[in-house]
């Protein structure tokens, strides 16, 4: 069984920055796009940056030039550099992954537990 942990939320000030982590574990034969979202009360979860399978990221308009996020394929990890950060970065973030359990498996997509990122004075 696939499974993903975020870790290395926590409470920042504005302007600071955070790493977050996901790492995945479990058996698998490949990993496809992974992305990085995030959620506040009462709203939709929205996607803040993706990588696809052959390395190209993307972001949310808002997070460009703030956000990296990067892979690490030997560590099976994902990364979510945030720097520069604002009140409006407050949230649940949460990883998402497409994986093949085996080669002749489907594409099936997996979530971690998320972990909350506050930026606060």
């Known amino acids: 069984q696939v499974q993903l942990a975020e870790s290395g939320g926590g409470l920042v000030q504005p302007g600071g920055s955070l790493r977050l982590s996901c790492e995945a574990s479990?058996?698998?034969?490949?990993?496809?796009?992974i992305g990085w979202f995030r959620q506040v009360p009462g709203k939709e979860r929205e996607l803040v940056a993706w990588?696809?399978?052959?390395?190209?990221?993307d972001y949310l308009d808002s997070v460009k030039g703030r956000f990296t996020i990067s892979n690490d394929n030997a560590k099976k990890s994902s990364y979510l550099q945030m720097n520069t950060l604002k009140p409006e970065d407050t949230a649940v973030y949460y990883c998402?992954?497409?994986?093949?359990?085996?080669?002749?498996?489907?594409?099936?997509?997996?979530w971690g537990q998320g972990t909350q990122v506050t930026v606060s004075s």
């Open positions: 998402n992954a497409a994986f093949r359990v085996t080669s002749w498996s489907n594409w099936r997509d997996y």
């Open positions: 479990g058996s698998f034969f490949s990993i496809g796009n």
């Open positions: 990588i696809t399978s052959t390395g190209n990221p």
